[in-house]
C-alpha cells in the first residue's frame, strides 16, 4: 500500500476523501489542524473518522491562525453569516487557509516518502474560497514540485481533489456508496463543543441543500 | 510607507533582507517561527534585530515541525554534519519549511492589506535547498496570487527575494553599506543559546568564506 497524507477537517466532504483514498488502496495518515477555528468540534469528529475509516494515523498539529486573525472563524468578534448567500467572498474566508494546510502536508508527506496528498476541496457546491479553485490546486502542486528533496530526486508529487467537481449531492452519493455514515460529519461553522449543528450558516446550508438533492436523509444533528 | 511582511530568522541573508526592504522604505512586520529547531539562538536574535532595523514588529509564530521530522535541524538524533562540502542536498535541509513560512507569511500579509513579502532566499553561496531556487520562488508567487481573497479582488502579491543571484560577499557588502551589525545575527545550525556559533557546520563556513571573500572582518562570536 502506497502511503497517502489525507487533509481531514471532519467534515463532508474531506470525509468523503478519506473514503475516496482508502478505496483506491491508499495507507491513509490524516492530517487535522487546531488553528484556532470556533467549530473544535470537527477536530474530535476527525479522530473518529480517521479511526473508522482505517486510517493509518491521525495528527492534529496545532498552528495558531487566530492570531492573524481576518476571519469569522477564528476571530469571535466576527459574526458567523446566517443569511444565506451574498455575493463575493465571505467572511468565513480564513487567510491562505489550504495553502498552509497543504504546506504542512507537504512536509509530512516528505518525511513519509509519500507522492500522494488528498485534499477536499470543491469548487461546485461551495462558499466561494480562492483556494477551493482547479487553478489553484494546480498552481499548488507545480510550485510543491519545485519546493521538495523528494521532488528534486524525482519523485513527483500529485495533489489529489477527487471533489473538485462533483456537486454536493454526487458527494453524498459517492460517500454513501462508499459507506460512509455522515452522522459522524461536522461540517457547521459554528457547531457547538459535542457537534450539534447551528442550520443556518453557510456551511450547514451547502449540507443540507446537498443532501435534499441527493434525495438522501439528512442524519446532522442540529440544535 | 506600504506595510511589508519580512521572513527574519535572524541569520545573516534574512538580516539583510530586512534592511533592504527598510530602505526601499517599507513599514516591515517581520515573521518568525519557532519550529523546534535546535538553534534557538536564533530566534532570540531576530527579536533584537527587528526592533535595530526598525521594523514595525516583530512576531515569533509557534509550529512544531519536529512532530514531523526528517532533518538535522529538528531531529536531535541526526548529526549536524561538519565536514565542509557533500554533494546533494544535505541532512539540514527541513523538509517543505519555506513553502511553510511563505504561506504564514501568505496569511498574515493578507489580514494586513500588504501585497509584498521579502524572502532571504540565496542560490548562489547556499546549501543547495530546492526552496532557495528562483524557480521555486516564482511557483510560489504564482500559486499565492491565485490563493487569496486580496488576489482574486485584484491585489497582485509581489514575492522579493533580494539576495537570490547575490553572493555571500556580495551580500555582506551590501549590508554593511547599509549599516548592518553582522555581530548581532546568528547563521549557526548549532549555535549556543547565548548565540556563539560552532565554525564547522555548513552556515558557518559558507559565512566565514563570505566574510573572507568581501574582506570585511567576521564579529562572529565562536566558541
Excluded at 90 to 105: E, H, K, M, Q
Excluded at 123 to 139: F, K
Aim: some cysteine.
Amino acid at each position: 500500500m502506497k502511503p497517502a497524507i489525507v487533509l481531514l477537517s471532519g467534515g463532508l466532504d474531506s470525509t468523503t476523501c478519506l473514503a475516496i483514498a482508502r478505496r483506491e488502496d491508499y495507507d491513509c495518515h490524516c492530517l487535522s489542524v487546531d488553528y484556532g477555528q470556533r467549530h473544535r468540534a470537527e477536530l474530535t469528529a476527525a479522530a473518529q473518522i480517521a479511526a473508522a475509516l482505517g486510517a493509518r494515523e491521525h495528527r492534529i498539529v496545532k498552528l495558531d491562525l487566530a492570531q492573524f486573525g481576518g476571519s469569522a472563524l477564528t476571530d469571535q468578534s466576527i459574526a458567523v453569516p446566517t443569511d444565506g448567500a451574498v455575493s463575493g467572498i465571505p467572511v468565513t474566508y480564513v487567510p491562505a487557509r489550504n495553502t498552509i494546510l497543504l504546506s504542512l502536508a507537504l512536509a509530512w508527506a516528505e518525511v513519509l516518502a509519500s507522492r500522494d496528498i488528498f485534499v477536499g476541496v470543491n469548487a461546485v457546491d461551495y462558499s466561494g474560497y480562492p483556494d477551493c479553485r482547479p487553478e489553484y490546486i494546480a498552481a499548488f502542486e507545480a510550485m510543491a514540485n519545485l519546493a521538495t528533496k523528494a521532488a528534486v530526486e524525482g519523485a513527483k508529487l500529485r495533489l489529489h481533489a477527487p471533489l473538485i467537481s462533483l456537486s454536493k449531492a454526487e458527494i453524498l452519493r459517492r460517500g454513501i456508496a462508499l459507506g460512509i455514515d455522515y452522522a459522524m460529519t461536522v461540517s457547521c461553522y459554528q457547531a457547538s463543543d459535542d457537534g450539534h449543528a447551528c442550520g443556518v450558516c453557510d456551511a450547514c446550508r451547502l449540507r443540507r441543500e446537498g443532501f435534499s438533492a441527493a434525495q438522501i436523509i439528512d442524519p446532522t444533528r442540529y440544535r
